[in-house]
Antibody, heavy 120, light 112 residues
Framework: QVQLQESGPGLVKPSGTLSLTCAVSGGSIISSNWWSWVRQSPGKGLEWIGQIYHSGSTNYNPSLKSRVIMSIDTSKKQFSLRLSFVTAADTAVYYC?????????????WGQGMLVTVSS | QSVLTQPPSVSAAPGRKVTISCSGSSSNIGANYVSWHQQVPGTAPKLLIYDTDKRPSGIPDRFSGSKSGTSATLDITGLQTGDEADYYCGTLDSSLSDPSVVFGGGTKVTVL
């Protein structure tokens, strides 16, 4: 069974860049899956950030598109998220997850999540 | 404000049935599949329903999904204490030039 594990700084300064990595184990990152990021602000609902395919193709949430860059390193079996110009509104638990098909709204596997706080 | 509208909470006694609604529009639920995820507080969400009415392996048939027009529904029958969680509907919204996965605001299920 595929397992996902997020890592990165838990504290980012306002106007800085949030950078997270998701390590994939128990399966191949070169597959038909799309590799995704979803976040959840404290006490709030889920927000899809975007997804990336092993080829490097991406789809982003239009509301975040201007600040998001996703990348993938198949040799290291990991994919990454960069969110620039962060504010307190970007404080959230960030999950990496697997979408079986491009843009279909369900996620078969999830990482445990990582809280990222934006604060000076 | 979420694109999809869910009631904040529903409750029922053990063994009873609860229904969670998810209201959208012709550009999202009306045109695309719906999913439901269950999230116990402090843990990652878990896929419950995909393609509107399909259950992943291991999900009991007490959970069922359906859709009519621009609204979707999750039914939970034979309610158990372990069902206490937040439930999120999701779908694809194709109203913008870049389609996006969208979620409802979540519904908290309480077993009385």
């Amino acid at each position: 069974q595929v397992q996902l594990q997020e890592s990165g700084p838990g504290l980012v300064k306002p106007s800085g860049t949030l950078s997270l990595t998701c390590a994939v184990s128990g399966g191949s990152i070169i597959s038909s899956n799309w590799w995704s990021w979803v976040r959840q602000s404290p006490g709030k609902g889920l927000e899809w950030i975007g997804q990336i395919y092993h080829s490097g193709s991406t789809n982003y949430n239009p509301s975040l598109k201007s600040r998001v860059i996703m990348s993938i390193d198949t040799s290291k079996k990991q994919f990454s998220l960069r969110l620039s110009f962060v504010t307190a509104a970007d404080t959230a638990v960030y999950y990496c997850a697997i979408q079986r098909v491009e843009l279909l709204p369900y996620f078969d596997y999830w990482g445990q999540g990582m809280l990222v706080t934006v604060s000076s | 404000q979420s694109v999809l509208t869910q009631p904040p909470s529903v409750s029922a006694a053990p063994g009873r049935k609860v229904t969670i609604s998810c209201s959208g529009s012709s550009s999202n639920i009306g045109a695309n599949y719906v999913s439901w995820h269950q999230q116990v507080p402090g843990t990652a969400p878990k896929l419950l329903i995909y393609d509107t009415d399909k259950r992943p392996s291991g999900i009991p048939d007490r959970f069922s999904g359906s859709k009519s027009g621009t609204s979707a529904t999750l039914d939970i029958t034979g309610l158990q204490t372990g069902d206490e969680a937040d439930y999120y509907c999701g779908t694809l919204d194709s109203s913008l030039s870049d389609p996006s996965v969208v979620f409802g605001g979540g519904t908290k299920v309480t077993v009385l």
